[in-house]
Every structure is written in structure tokens, then in C-alpha cells.
């Protein structure tokens, strides 16, 4: 049975700071690393053929933490663009409570959690999940059939996009789908990508 977990970064210094990020390159803060080091711990016993993730620091230094912890020195990486975050177009860099008092907490509820509503000049959760998916479906669909065990590290949205397509999540379920930093999240496929187990570690 392929096994494929998904973790979301550790936190960002822009995280602490609640500031929108999408394809700002921030670092990690300290409490960051120290979730990527935790998840380290978390897998550690697993083992995986494949790595993933994006080409923003915060997902690469939280993927660098956990195979140097972990002693994966030969685990192939690959950094994709198609892995970053949802991009959040005239709201990168803005605080995320000023923007609520500036345009009301609805407006700001309907740009971060909305499936279709894209932020001013950014992307829609359609649209990241749309990039993600197709990624998905060329590069990691094949390893998991071939029963590799795939290791991706991204982003909170791109990753609701994900599950929101691999557990057929409504456009009303993923609303509700929050993604912690640091969070690890384990499926079992069988041969036909039918989810045999899932669960958070
Ligand atoms: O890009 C960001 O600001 C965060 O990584 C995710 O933000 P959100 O939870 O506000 O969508």
C-alpha cells in the first residue's frame, strides 16, 4: 500500500506576525523550526522513496529540518512551483486583522476561505487547488500506483486543495478545512488510489 503524508510548513515569521504571505518568501520563526523538527520525530520511522515540495524558503527549510533529523541524506527532493502557496495578490504583506477592520471580517472570511472568490489580484482556493491537482495527478499519481511512498511539504491552501480533491471534499466541507504549521496528515492508497486509511499524526 503507497503512503503519502502531507505536511504544512512550520510556522512563518509572517504567520506570527498575521500577515497574508502567499508567495512572499518569508523564513521560518523560531517556533517554525521547532514544529519541523517535531514532525521530524513524528516520521522518523517511516520511510519514503520521494520528496516534495515547494520553492518558497519556508516549505524547503521546514523539508531540510526533517530529512537531516530524520537522516534521509539520499531521499530524492524536487522543489516545484506548482506546490507554492495560493497566491494572495494585493493582500500580501497586509495584517490580516487591519484588512478585517479596513473591509470587514466577512469580506476578509470570503477571500481566505471561499472556493471560487480570488483576493484582488490573486488566486482563488479553484485556482491553487487547480495547479496542485494537476501536478498531482502527472508527477505523484504514477509513484503511488507504482507503490512509492511520497513525502510532500506545502502550503496551508494548496494543501486544502489537495485534500479537498483526494478526500472529495464539497465546496462547502473545505470551508471548514483549516491546516495547522507543523501539521501531518497520512493516507494509505491501494493500487487504485483508493484511500485504504487516513489519518492526522
Ligand atoms: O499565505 C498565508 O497568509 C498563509 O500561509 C495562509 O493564509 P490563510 O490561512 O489566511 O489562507
Redesign the pocket.
Known amino acids: 500500500m503507497a503512503l503519502l503524508v502531507l505536511v504544512r510548513h512550520g510556522e512563518s515569521t509572517?504567520?506570527l506576525a498575521n500577515?497574508?504571505?502567499?508567495w512572499l518568501d518569508v523564513p521560518l520563526s523560531s517556533t517554525g523550526e521547532a514544529e519541523a523538527y517535531a514532525v521530524a520525530d513524528k516520521l522518523k520511522d517511516f520511510h519514503f522513496d520521494v520528496a516534495y515540495t515547494s520553492t518558497l524558503i519556508r516549505a524547503k527549510r521546514t523539508l531540510d529540518i526533517i530529512v537531516e533529523r530524520a537522516g534521509w541524506a539520499d531521499l530524492p527532493v524536487h522543489h516545484v512551483d506548482a506546490l507554492k502557496?495560493?497566491m494572495?495578490g494585493n493582500l500580501q504583506g497586509l495584517n490580516?486583522a487591519e484588512v478585517a477592520i479596513k473591509y470587514g471580517q466577512a469580506q476578509v472570511d470570503e477571500w481566505?476561505r471561499s472556493y471560487d472568490v480570488a483576493p484582488p489580484n490573486g488566486e482563488s482556493l479553484k485556482q491553487t487547488r487547480a495547479r496542485a491537482v494537476e501536478f498531482f495527478e502527472a508527477e505523484i499519481a504514477p509513484q503511488l500506483r507504482a507503490d512509492k511512498n511520497v513525502l510532500i511539504v506545502s502550503?496551508?491552501?494548496t494543501l486544502r486543495g489537495l485534500r479537498m480533491y483526494l478526500e472529495h471534499l464539497s465546496e462547502t466541507q473545505v470551508v471548514g478545512l483549516e491546516i495547522v504549521t507543523g501539521g501531518v496528515h497520512v493516507y494509505r492508497f491501494d493500487a487504485h488510489l483508493a484511500i485504504v486509511e487516513m489519518y492526522d499524526l
Open positions: 509572517a504567520n500577515v497574508f504571505t502567499g502557496e495560493r494572495y490580516k481566505r502550503h496551508g491552501n
